[in-house]
């Protein structure tokens, strides 16, 4: 049997997916693929229906499952079984300070780490200050504000798969 599957998108996101593709040496016998895992309650509806004929599980939380193929019937020359994990990404994270100074003064958000990829060459997070907003560079590590309005300001960070962090709130006075 072959499978394909899509990690969870986000830190804490249940959008998982795996899909089976069973290869079954007779056709004419009618068959059902099984989901067991993470979350998979058979007691209570929840978001996943762990047995299909299509062999289409969405809806994944992260964790081990496993994935079986077996007959309608009961009887047994369809019987294949695999064991496949749904991973996500570590949460977005990073520290956020004012620094004042005369004649200059920098409110910097640095230490970015976490969310979906990273790649030196390219823009790997949007880093979000009131209504600023401008990409920063993952491999410097660091972005700043030069001689901000004082106040408070909301902070956020967005990744390249839509993924946002925690907000933080940072004063300049």
């Excluded at 309650?41 to 289409?56: R, T």
């Excluded at 956020?96 to 910097?108: I, K, M, N, Q, R």
């Excluded at 300001?153 to 990744?159: F, K």
Aim: charged content about 10%; hydrophobic content about 30%.
């Amino acid at each position: 049997m072959r499978t394909s599957s899509k990690n969870v998108t986000c830190n804490g996101a249940d959008d998982g997916v795996v899909k089976v593709f069973p290869v079954i040496q007779d056709a004419s016998y009618p068959y059902h693929c099984e989901l067991t895992g993470v979350n998979v309650n058979y007691d209570e509806p929840s978001d996943i229906n762990n047995i299909n004929e299509i062999g289409y599980f969405n809806n994944l939380h992260p964790g081990t499952y496993t994935l079986s193929v077996l007959n309608d019937d009961g009887c047994s020359p369809i019987s294949m079984q695999t064991t496949f994990t749904i991973t996500q990404p570590a949460p977005i994270t990073y520290n956020a300070h004012f620094d004042w100074g005369y004649p200059v003064s920098y409110l910097t958000v640095d230490n970015i780490q976490g969310g979906n990829g990273f790649d030196v060459l390219a823009y790997t997070y949007y880093v979000h200050i009131d209504s600023h907003h401008d990409w920063a560079l993952n491999y410097q590590g660091q972005y700043s504000i030069t001689n901000p309005p004082q106040g408070d300001h909301v902070i956020y960070i967005v990744d390249t798969k839509n993924c946002q962090s925690a907000v933080m709130h940072v004063s300049s006075y």
